[in-house]
Nanobody, 127 residues
């Protein structure tokens, strides 16, 4: 059973930075797309970034390009989301999720079904 656990959320002032971590366990497939999603109250869930555990396949939503950076450790177990220049628009619950994937191109897909989800970590940006 795949488990995803997020950490690193918190409160920060506008213009500040936070780094979220997503620790995965129980992987059974060779590679996965690991995505970071966020959902604010009253808004639809948005995929903000994704990465292919086999290397490459890095995707960013337009809303975070140039401010957020997704990366992973050498063991491909932990995925990070470095968030800079935060604004109140970034306030949301952030979730990481994984989907088995055969190639890095899968991580660009908007219709890829992410099967395994964490419980989320709250990010609050005050202006």
């Amino acid at each position: 059973q795949v488990h995803m656990v997020e950490s690193g959320g918190g409160s920060v002032q506008a213009g500040g930075s936070l780094t979220l971590s997503c620790a995965a366990s129980g992987y059974t497939y060779r590679n996965y797309c690991v995505g970071w999603f966020r959902q604010a109250p009253g808004k639809e869930r948005e995929r903000v970034a994704a990465i292919y555990t086999g290397g490459g396949g890095i995707y960013y939503a337009d809303s975070v390009k140039g401010r957020f950076t997704i990366s992973q450790d050498n063991a491909k177990i932990t995925v990070y989301l470095q968030m800079n220049s935060l604004s109140s628009e970034d306030t949301a619950m952030y979730y990481c999720a994984a989907a088995p994937a055969s190639s890095d191109s899968w991580c660009y897909s908007q219709t890829l079904e992410y099967n395994y989800w964490g419980h989320g970590t709250q990010v609050t940006v005050s202006s």
